[in-house]
């Protein structure tokens, strides 16, 4: 999948809706606002309006994506919006942050299109990038209907979903605590029906 090219041809509303994904808002209305100095990683931030976001709510925050098209549109946003972030072009097999650094990571939809054997390089980058007691909230796919494994065909990008049993392998108890895996959907301008998604907190021991 071209992600840059996606974004240049304007093929991302499947993802992009216009405001912060109804998950991360709620998540802050039940945990609160973050305490003064926290610090935001919106892992494949796309558009950047979760970034946008985060920063509303009082956090510093990075952004990253691998498309620098769609950093730059996230930018504008950031600009109209009046908010300060750092947007960065990176991968999150190889996150451009400091070790130790985050107390929040944000990830809609970017883990579930790592390829399988790849996934753990993620889940050591949480390790390395996350605070004692930092979170990650993470989301995606959760089942692959036939009609899911045509639409990825035609469109291109690799889709592989959440299980509990992928979790726990790749973010094992003795470094992190895992959260209830909840079945949700994952909205977009053109895609009001939703991607059938699991939605789960991640905390680093």
């Known amino acids: 999948m071209d992600w840059n090219q996606a974004y240049e041809k304007g093929d991302f509303k499947n993802w992009d809706f216009g405001s912060a994904s109804p998950e991360l808002v709620s998540y802050l209305a039940v945990r609160g606002l973050p305490a003064p100095g926290s610090r935001a990683l919106d892992i494949g931030c796309g558009g950047g309006w979760d970034a946008i976001f985060l920063a509303q709510c009082g956090f510093a ?7 620098p098209k769609a950093l730059s549109l996230a930018a504008m946003r950031a600009k109209k919006a009046g908010v300060s972030i750092r947007f960065r072009t990176g991968d999150a097999r190889n996150l451009p942050v400091e070790d130790l650094s985050i107390d929040f990571a944000n990830d809609r939809g970017c883990f579930h299109v790592i390829p399988r054997e790849e996934r753990h390089r993620y889940a050591e980058e949480i390790w390395r990038i996350l605070k004692p007691g930092g979170h990650l909230l993470l989301r995606g796919c959760r089942e692959m209907s036939p009609e899911m494994e045509e639409s990825m065909r035609r469109s291109s990008i690799p ?12 973010f094992p108890t003795e470094r992190f605590f895992r959260g209830p895996v909840l079945p949700i959907r994952l909205t977009g301008e053109d895609r ?12 680093k021991r």
């Open 192 to 203: 009001p029906e939703g991607l059938p998604a699991h939605i789960v907190l991640i905390t």
């Open 61 to 67: 925050v990075t952004g990253v994506d691998v498309s």
């Open 159 to 170: 889709m592989s979903p959440i299980t509990e049993e992928i979790l726990d392998r790749l």
